[in-house]
């Protein structure tokens, strides 16, 4: 389900206009970036993905995927101004998405990192990671019985 949940997540960030001003969707990607040139971007990957409180009698659904937004740039200004409208465009969002009912977004923090390129060139990016929880109702459980 956590697939389904990254592409709702993705679908979002590029439906909203404070985040597709800075960073066009066809640089919005899941888990790496085609293109390494082309800057800013912005890639999703999931972190986990785990029920939000198992029961034994299996009527449980709701679950939380976590998500790392990473928004990368040239220059550390550029890169925490694209994470600030993920975060705003992401914390409290809710909705259907890809046949996925999200029932809620909260951010879960926010971190910066400067990545120095390959070896010897120095050329390094600046990567903001906006951390958010996607809470989620997954579908029901039918175990095989075990015999």
């Known amino acids: 389900m956590s697939n389904l949940v990254i592409a709702a997540v993705r679908t979002a960030l590029t439906q909203s206009t404070a985040v597709t ?10 888990a790496y970036r085609l293109d390494v040139g082309s800057l800013p971007a912005i ?3 999931v972190q986990s993905d785990i029920a939000l409180s198992p029961s034994l009698d299996r009527q449980d659904q709701v679950r939380k995927c976590s998500i790392d937004i990473e928004c990368i740039a040239g220059n550390l200004g550029d ?6 409208a993920v975060r705003v465009s992401m914390h409290g969002a809710k909705g ?13 923090g926010i971190t ?3 990545d120095i390129g ?6 390094g990016i600046h990567i903001t990671v906006v951390t958010v929880d996607a809470y989620y109702a997954s579908a ?5 019985s075990i015999t």
């Not at 001003?21 to 899941?30: A, F, M, W, Y």
Request: charged share 15%; proline share 4%; no cysteine.
């Open 96 to 108: 259907m998405a890809n046949s996925t009912t999200i029932q809620e977004i909260r951010e879960n």
């Open 79 to 84: 890169s925490r101004t694209i994470g600030e």
């Open 118 to 123: 390959a070896e010897g060139t120095e050329t």
């Open 43 to 45: 890639v999703l990957a």
């Open 21 to 30: 001003t800075l960073v066009p969707s066809s640089r919005i990607t899941s």
């Open 112 to 114: 910066s990192t400067y």
């Open 140 to 144: 029901a459980v039918n175990p095989t």
